[in-house]
């Protein structure tokens, strides 16, 4: 289903992705620098939760700002909350590479505005989390993740160049939140890994997304 999402005197073009069943929790999925929410990653997994009973609603947001980025993912966020034909209980924000920063930064604004929004928010899923630049591993961008408090899931690459696997390890061990990483063996940064298809990387990846979903919704629901 395509909706135009009000963004200030805009829209931003989003699409549901609507399960059989009427679902209670949803996931707000988007894309990194230079794509789209037509990106394939995003559709497969969109399609994968949908047919498990996720209703998922992703998005394009095209400024590269955080600023602007974070203004967007919020907009999302309240479209869905207030969204009277999807009445949710709570949403999980997804999201490849940079646009983890915006999602983390949505969480640490809506928690700093003492509002109720960041109940709303249930987790946070990271695919290919940038930890640093190719060979800086000296600037790690963890601080946002130090901050966050809800249970965040990390899908990446064993051979990614933007995130060595001990400093990931090192980071999620000082992290506050529940949290849980997924390697995928032998992929890059873009989940490419040689002698695999990118389907078959992708049913390795809805699935990890779709388990680690199911769990935290049923700790929610005890």
């Not at 209703?55 to 009277?84: H, M, P, Q, W």
């Not at 997804?94 to 928690?111: D, E, H, M, N, W």
């Not at 901050?147 to 390890?169: N, T, W, Y």
């Not at 090192?170 to 002698?195: F, L």
Request: with cysteine; proline share 3%.
């Amino acid at each position: 289903v395509k909706v135009k999402i009000p963004f200030g005197n805009k829209h931003l073009d989003a699409i549901f992705s609507v399960p059989e069943k009427k679902s209670t929790y949803g996931v707000i999925l988007t894309h990194g620098a230079g794509g789209d929410m037509n990106f394939p990653h995003l559709v497969s997994l969109a399609a994968y939760l949908a047919s498990h009973g996720v209703l998922c609603l992703r998005f394009t947001c095209k400024g590269l700002n955080i600023a602007y980025r974070t203004k967007a993912f919020k907009a999302v966020v309240e479209y869905l909350k207030l969204s009277d034909d999807y009445k949710l209980s709570g949403v999980f924000l997804a999201g490849i590479v940079f646009i983890i920063y915006t999602a983390a930064s949505v969480i640490r604004q809506l928690s700093q505005d003492d509002d109720d929004d960041d109940d709303f928010i249930q987790g946070l899923v990271c695919l290919s989390y940038p930890l640093h630049r190719p060979k800086l591993q000296s600037k790690l961008r963890d601080e946002d993740l130090l901050f966050i408090r809800c249970p965040v899931l990390f899908v990446s690459g064993s051979a990614d160049e933007m995130c060595e696997k001990q400093l990931l390890e090192g980071v999620a061990s000082k992290m506050k939140a529940p949290k849980k990483i997924h390697w995928i063996d032998k992929a890059n940064h873009g989940m490419a890994v040689k002698g695999r298809t990118t389907d078959d990387v992708m049913e390795e990846i809805n699935a990890q997304v779709f388990s680690w979903l199911r769990e935290n919704i049923e700790l929610e629901q005890k």
